[in-house]
């Protein structure tokens, strides 16, 4: 079921979610929520992801070949190493050479952050790993 609603932003820059959409959607005051903005489309996506505070969530930006298969051998490499990812976005660089895929995932637990960068790599093919953690 989809509920429109117009909501205002006060003058700290702050939006109120209305009490109806909290409860559709399961938010409580200590649920986390991803936004996603594109300045080109000038839209603003609000999602409840699922995770709690010690998941912490962090960026990767993963340069790779644009080559078939490049981004589906380094999501294969996510799964193997046991990380959900919550999402992803990629963007072609430079056509046929190289492209980058934007991913956001729950901090890893099982595995340090070196050891994940080799693992894309090595197994994923990846050309270069940056690890952004959020504020």
Same mark, same amino acid.
Request: net charge neutral; hydrophobic share 40%; no cysteine.
């Given at each position: &079921?989809?509920? +429109? ?10 939006? +109120?979610? @209305?009490? +109806?959409?909290?409860?559709? *959607? ?6 986390? *929520? &991803? ?6 489309? $000038? ?5 409840? +992801? #699922? ?5 912490? @969530?962090? $960026? ?8 078939? %298969?490049?981004?589906?051998? /380094?999501?294969?490499?996510? #799964?193997?190493?046991?990380?959900? !990812?919550?999402? %992803?976005?990629?963007? /072609? ?12 995932? @729950? ?11 080799? %693992? !894309?790599?090595?197994? %994923? ?6 690890? /952004?953690?959020?504020?």
């Amino acid at each position: &079921m989809k509920d +429109v609603k117009i909501i205002s932003i006060d003058n700290r820059g702050r939006i +109120v979610l @209305p009490l +109806v959409t909290r409860k559709n *959607l399961g938010i409580t005051t200590d649920s986390q *929520l &991803m936004l996603v903005s594109d300045s080109e489309t $000038k839209e603003v996506r609000i999602t409840p +992801v #699922g995770i709690t505070k010690e998941e912490r @969530p962090i $960026k990767f930006r993963i340069t790779m070949s644009d080559e078939p %298969g490049s981004l589906a051998q /380094i999501a294969s490499t996510f #799964g193997d190493l046991g990380i959900s !990812l919550m999402y %992803g976005e990629s963007v /072609i660089v430079e056509k046929s050479k190289t492209a980058i895929w934007t991913v956001i995932s @729950p901090t890893p637990q099982n595995i340090t952050m070196e050891e994940l960068r080799e %693992g !894309l790599i090595k197994n %994923g093919k990846a050309l270069n790993v940056d690890i /952004i953690p959020f504020d």
